[in-house]
């Protein structure tokens, strides 16, 4: 503990104290007098690179709402390169998606732009592509059934598609989608979509949304990875960027670099006894 309190010291982050959890050798908690969470951020990030961390005023609770992001934050994959896949066009999509998750584009433009190469895709390659190319990441199916068990609402909130979406959120256990719906027309997609676009705004207005349904001083938890998850993650009380753009990093007050998804439970301090596996 005293090498890392002078690690600290030396960085410009004063350290009160550092022990590990009880209940977790995994976990260690380290209480700082200052108020510049980015100094600590900036130690922790010095010394302890590849971390998983939580920066925070208060002691964790077990937070009444979880909301996500899904593609490469509950899955593994961005569903609409590999959808891309079949159509030949994953290499040029893949491109748009990343430059669009880093920041760079407009995500409507971005997104409108990708569905739009689709067209006359086979609405078949949904179901194939979800059998075959999509995959949950380590610990999320343990990650939502826990907090649902310990209370807490769930919400799936997707810039990709109910056609992914929907299965998903009913194999890991979300009790609600939000996302973008494609249209199809004789079976095959028209390279457009339905209704409004699920970006950045509403992602964050669907959290703010079902905070005030659960009333005054209750508690959230957000994870995502692009920069599209950014004002969600800033307006959770747990904005956890989970192997993020570094956009998404820097505005998330916690970060998973290391661990998979049940490293969210460690950060919040809930006991491994009450994991459902």
């Known amino acids: 503990m005293d090498a890392a309190k002078a690690e600290a010291d030396q960085a410009g982050a004063r350290i009160a104290s550092a022990a ?31 971390s998983d961390g939580l920066v925070i005023a208060d002691e964790p609770v077990v937070p009444r709402l979880f909301i996500s992001d899904m593609d490469s934050t509950m899955i593994g994959q961005e569903c609409i390169d590999e959808l891309a896949d079949f159509a030949g066009l994953k290499d040029r999509i893949a491109d748009i998606t990343e430059r669009a998750m880093q ?78 719906r494609l249209a199809v027309e004789d079976g095959k997609l028209t390279g457009g979509l339905v209704g409004g676009i699920v970006d950045s705004s509403v992602k964050k207005a669907t959290l703010l949304a079902a905070m005030a349904d659960l009333g005054e001083g209750a508690t959230c938890l957000a994870t995502g990875d692009g920069a599209n998850d950014i004002p ?7 904005g956890i960027a989970y192997h993020a753009k570094p956009k998404a990093r820097a505005a998330a007050n916690g970060w998973i670099d290391r661990g998979d998804l049940t490293s969210v439970l460690r950060l919040l301090g809930i006991d491994r006894k009450l994991w459902v596996a």
Do not use: W
């Not at 969600?232 to 747990?238: C, I």
């Open 232 to 238: 969600m993650l800033e307006a959770a009380t747990y």
């Open 103 to 180: 920041g760079e584009l407009d995500f409507e433009d971005a997104l409108r732009e990708r569905v739009g190469l689709l067209k006359g895709l086979s609405v078949g390659a949904i179901d194939e592509c979800l059998a075959s190319r999509i995959q949950p990441m380590p610990g999320a199916k343990v990650l939502v059934e826990t907090l649902k068990s310990l209370g807490c609402r769930t919400i799936l909130v997707t810039g990709g598609f109910h056609h992914f979406a929907d299965p998903i959120a009913a194999q890991l256990g979300f009790e609600m989608v939000v996302g973008n």
């Open 20 to 50: 590990m959890l009880d209940f977790c050798g995994q976990t260690m908690q380290i209480a700082s007098p200052d108020s510049d969470a980015g100094a600590l951020r900036a130690s922790l990030d010095a010394h302890f690179a590849p």
